[in-house]
């Protein structure tokens, strides 16, 4: 009993999070705690101290380690603690979403229903910002002398709300699953036209390069034909949009632009990680060795907007390497077989949605600061459990299946039987001496009339 009431007080806090976490970095940092103090606390009432083992979670271990290294090589403590205790966190909360999705299926379908109604929230809190000039929540207003009116709603930059849309919006895919009812699939539909609105209105390039990806991705899978069509479409609505087409041709514009800016914060990491290149400078010190690096001819001092490189810098190959490892043992177990779990319903669309997401935004953080955000980089945890989680069940449902199927009924109709006498009696029988006597005397006597007839003829 004390373990339920804990499993839905984590269930309510990972609702408020996912709300949380669009707004708030206090809310989203109590949450967290929460679920894993409540995660601790079910661990030593349950007497099981240590999660169960497998690849990813050697991996995390791993990564742990290497930046507990880097942590010690550090010429700045303080920021380089934060960093440690950060990633330990990001660590334990992976534990408990995978204890706790792990141990309710249905949980899994309760938290996409939320995360929909989030979003949902969330979009029309972008649409009213950009009609208005600013959010609900937080009261932002567009960033001072952009003359494009991106919106970020509760966000801190435009580009943080297009890796949140990103890594949702697949998800509003869902409405194509012939499973859920018409008010659901008519809820989805507006959410996903309400997103779609909300990622042009950002502007963010990197993230419309990853939602891109993210969809040839997820067609791929879902039907391989529309493959191309569908991104090719994106690219040409996007180019007849207001402002879309001058923000893509700004890409190849020579003049102190963005593209520059990020080019110049890209040298200076460079020079960073030739440095330093096996267990970087230490983590969370980004900040302070930057000015000594960049290039003399930029001024600025803020992260280099390409997450990996950055990361890279910090911790070294080596960090970078276990970091990246989970990633791809992450996506190798969720792609693997995916159009087989596609068919298990609405759950196998959430699957192909969330991992189509998952890669898109995976693809943006190389080109902005996705996994330096709190919010994101939190969000981005707890959506790497639910992956894995939702994963996890389908493969053991499908298990279920191939074990039913060498048990059930031939597909004809005719049972399985031996001398008419049905197979699951035997099965049934096996323990039971009085059932193989009767199974016995039942042969014997169909012998016999055989006999008779042959006799007869």
């Given at each position: 009993?004390?373990?339920n009431i804990l499993n839905y007080i984590t269930e309510f806090t990972l609702w408020v999070f996912l709300f949380g976490s669009t707004f708030s970095n206090s809310l989203s940092e109590i949450t967290i705690g929460i679920i894993i103090g409540v995660f601790i606390l079910k661990k030593i009432l349950c ?315 995976l693809i943006q953080s190389g080109l902005d600061t996705n996994l330096f955000s709190l919010k994101l980089i939190t969000l981005f945890w707890v959506m790497t459990a639910y992956l894995v989680s939702l994963n996890k069940y389908l493969e053991e449902e499908k298990v279920e299946e191939c074990h039913a199927r060498e048990t059930c ?49």
């Amino acid at each position: 009993m004390p373990i339920n009431i804990l499993n839905y007080i984590t269930e309510f806090t990972l609702w408020v999070f996912l709300f949380g976490s669009t707004f708030s970095n206090s809310l989203s940092e109590i949450t967290i705690g929460i679920i894993i103090g409540v995660f601790i606390l079910k661990k030593i009432l349950c007497k099981k101290y240590f999660p169960l083992s497998s690849p990813i979670n050697l991996m995390l271990y791993i990564l742990c380690g290497i930046v507990f290294i880097t942590f010690l090589r550090s010429a700045y403590f303080s920021e380089s603690v934060r960093g440690f205790v950060r990633i330990v966190k990001f660590t334990f909360l992976y534990f408990a979403l995978i204890d706790f999705f792990q141990s309710d299926a249905k949980r899994l379908k309760r938290t996409f229903w939320v995360l929909m109604i989030v979003a949902c929230v969330t979009f029309l809190n972008g649409i009213f910002q950009s009609i208005y000039g600013f959010d609900l929540l937080r009261h932002k207003e567009f960033i001072k002398d952009d003359c494009l009116r991106r919106i970020q709603a509760s966000f801190v930059h435009p580009n943080d709300f297009g890796a949140y849309i990103i890594l949702i919006l697949p998800l509003t895919l869902c409405f194509f699953s012939s499973s859920i009812k018409r008010g659901q699939r008519a809820f989805l539909i507006m959410n996903c036209i309400l997103g779609a609105y909300c990622l042009f209105k950002t502007s963010s390039r990197g993230a419309w390069l990853g939602f891109i990806v993210g969809i040839v991705i997820y067609f791929f899978f879902y039907k391989r034909k529309v493959t191309i069509a569908v991104p090719l479409a994106m690219i040409l609505l996007v180019m007849l949009l207001p402002h879309g087409f001058d923000r893509l041709k700004s890409l190849f514009a020579l003049e102190q632009n963005t593209v520059w800016e990020r080019t110049q914060l890209w040298k200076g990491t460079w020079n960073m990680v030739k440095a330093h290149p096996f267990f970087g400078f230490g983590i969370n010190t980004f900040s302070r060795y930057f000015p000594q690096y960049k290039p003399s001819v930029y001024w600025g001092i803020m992260y280099s907007h390409n997450s990996y490189l950055q990361m890279w810098s910090e911790i070294g190959i080596f960090g970078l390497l276990a970091f990246l490892s989970i990633i791809f043992a992450v996506l190798r177990i969720t792609l693997r077989d995916m159009r087989k779990k596609m068919q298990k319903g609405l759950e196998g669309l959430i699957l192909l949605g969330l991992t189509a997401g998952y890669i898109a935004f995976l693809i943006q953080s190389g080109l902005d600061t996705n996994l330096f955000s709190l919010k994101l980089i939190t969000l981005f945890w707890v959506m790497t459990a639910y992956l894995v989680s939702l994963n996890k069940y389908l493969e053991e449902e499908k298990v279920e299946e191939c074990h039913a199927r060498e048990t059930c009924p031939r597909e004809n109709g005719e049972r399985a039987s031996i001398n008419n006498i049905p197979l699951d009696s035997r099965f049934r029988g096996n323990d039971n001496d009085q059932n193989r006597t009767e199974i016995q005397l039942h042969d014997k006597e169909l012998f016999d009339l055989r006999s008779h007839i042959i006799k007869k003829l």
